[in-house]
């Protein structure tokens, strides 16, 4: 499995932009989709991206069609999201995420058994 680390959250007007970052440590990085989730208070937490490990897929949810953007860097192991007009409804603790089986593509919470700590987004109105 990976081990995974989110960077990039914080603090930001509605309208503005952030882009989160997911470092991921071990060598089969290349082989794993990786998801980004999110929670928002009192939420459950629900799916926001993913991309599959040969960058040949992408599914995004609905919420955030045409503003937020998921791309990877194999060689620099690392997965990010480009948050673009952001709305205070994008307000969570963002998550990044790998099934447990490598070579898997998924964007079902359930697939999903390694996740980082969690980087924390908030915009204001």
């Known amino acids: 499995q990976v081990q995974l680390v989110e960077s990039g959250g914080g603090f930001m007007q509605a309208g503005g932009s952030l882009r989160l970052s997911c470092a991921a440590s071990g060598r089969t990085f290349s082989r794993y989709t990786i998801g980004w989730f999110r929670q928002a208070p009192g939420k459950e937490r629900e799916f926001v991206a993913a991309?599959?490990?040969?960058?040949?897929?992408?599914d995004y949810a609905d919420s955030v069609k045409g503003r937020f953007t998921i791309s990877r860097d194999n060689a620099k192991n690392t997965v990010y999201l480009q948050m673009n007009s952001l709305k205070p409804e994008d307000t969570a603790v963002y998550y990044c995420?790998?099934?447990?089986?490598?070579?898997?593509?998924?964007?079902?919470?359930?697939?999903?058994?390694?996740w980082g700590q969690g980087t924390q987004v908030t915009v204001s109105s």
């Open positions: 995420a790998a099934p447990t089986a490598p070579l898997t593509y998924s964007y079902y919470q359930a697939d999903f058994g390694s």
């Open positions: 991309i599959s490990w040969s960058l040949s897929r992408t």
